[in-house]
């Protein structure tokens, strides 16, 4: 199996590659979105802003390959972010792969919402298999995405309630960093390494 | 905050008085097991039981009912009223979570401190209740010399860590709490259960802004003014975001240095090792100090973190000697989440600027060493040998206002005491901004770092030599806290 971790010049691929070696798979870092369609998974870190990010992904290329795969795909973070239409972030159009639209945290709560919280499993995934309701995860961000029963699968409370965890057909995301949200986080990992 | 719903039973039945008074009582349910189940069936997590026979006579009269209703329900209980010799305390200990003393151990100090040796602390709850500032006892008809501090105190020596607080007078006609000596007790260092005019959700919201562990309603709730749901709705965390415990290793190059001694460790000093172990243990980030003297010295530290990030699948953060942009991206390639910047910081602001838009201010953390100055606190470098203009709490807000994620805040007054974190300071750099906050220095026991996430409101602890040499592990402070009502990843 072939894993392709994507590289669009805005974020730090290096734990997220840490993580799957120490999971025992092979992947390679994809730079040029042409060869993506050849892997049979691949993950869309994210760290930085959305603005940014949104506009590396189109000079880049794979703003237009992203929406078209057909394999399991995996945002990780800002990653997740941008598979929606739109972002409060620098007003950012996203990928509209899923509907819905990133918001600002307006909270009395610290921003970031940043550390440990739990994640409610709304609705059954392969991504989830084997993770206990309510285990924690390591979040760090600034921007959300609402609940929507059309993708939600896991939930998690700060103030509001947001997406954790996110499946649309073959679309899965994460908001919080499973590559360093230890057992569980890792446990993620592994399932959608294992999805087929 | 607990939200505890109070059974006080009198001749079987379960009752409300007015202001302790005996000849003004209402029979609520002649059922008091049935109530229990309610109050369990409504999300309760502990009763507050009280044998109001036991406690006019001194002896305990309820006890078979007390018996019923704990094993009838599978939340915690804690038992008061006609506690007054160790027997018996020992009789209710055996099947109640919690114990609550009451007049005989103001006035028999000695009578506290037995129970508190066999059954711990957190069994042994004391009921302090004041009258005009001091405190009541026998039925709050007489009260003690000396104001309610010095009782608290006393309390304090003899081994005491919860108080059942009550301002008698506002009991049974649902006025408000005492606040200020509320918060008076906290500032004690106690685990405050306020009791007594508890009436509103607003009363409830306030009592846990301030800190309280938990709060007992009666009244109000048979009365119905108030219902469980409401009270336990008012009181739900706005999120379940966990405070940090974070381990910190000095490394020196390349190796762990400051005595780290660990049993059953095969490499003492390898940072890896060290690191995988504390991830495993349930840190819940890591922090790694540089502390090397020579350019040579630094350089391995690239190494450390590409070895850790290989290995450890928590965030973790370099701090010590970063100075450039181009370091803080190396240190990030190789897989650390956060560099912490601290003289350079000092020296060229922009330089946290300039990471917060390269890297995201998320992985910016800025790191003060502070010492009292007069009525604040400066900032000072180099491990606190040199002082600078700098005012603590307005340059965390300018880090904050230039891109800083986190603060990392060190107390040099404190720092290798182990006499507790320097509240007072954390408290104001954490009111200041609006990122979170990690305390450092001076932790010497686990009472230490829930004082720094309560009273000092710091979002995490950063522990060193409590960790290292094995006082502690880190599953036994997060139990700890986890037992004051305090958030953790468990």
Redesign the interface.
Known sequence: MKIAIVDYGAS?L??VA??L??LGQKFEVVAEPKTLTGFDKVIVPG???AGSAMKKLRESGFAAVLPTLTVPVLGLCLGMQILAEFSEEDDTQGLGIISGKVRRFV?E??????????VGLARDSKLTEGVPDGS?F????SYYLPVDPQYTIGI????VDITAIAQYKNFYGTQF?P????EW??KILDNFCRIC | MLVIPAIDILGGECVRLKRGDFSDKKVYSTDPVAVAKEFERQGAGMLHIVDLDGAKTGRPANTEIIRAIKKAVRIRVEIGGGIRSSAVAKEYLAFADRIVLGTKALEDISFIEGPIREFGSERIVVALETKGGKVATEGWQKTLEGDFRDAAQTLKRAGVTELLFTDVGRDGIMGEPNYEMVQELIGLGFNVIASGGVSDTSALTKLAALGASGAIIGTALYEKKLTLQEALEATRPASHLTKRIIPCLDVKDGKVVKGVSFENLQNVGDPVSLGKKYSDEGADELVFLDISASREGRETMFDVVEKVAKEVFIPFTVGGGISSIGQIRKLLQLGADKVSLNTAAVQNPELISEAARAFGQQCVVVAIDAKKKGDGYGVFLKGGTEETKLDAIEWAKEAERRGAGEILLTSMDKDGTKAGYDIELLRRVSLAVRIPVIASGGAGSLEDLRAACVEGKADAVLVASLFHYGEHSIKEAKEYLSKAGIPMRI
């Open positions: 730090n290096q734990s840490n993580a070696t120490s760290v930085g802003a909270t709560l610290k921003v970031p919402h940043m550390g440990w919280n739990t924690f390591y979040f760090v961000h998690s409370t700060y103030e960093h590559e360093k949200s230890g986080g890792m």
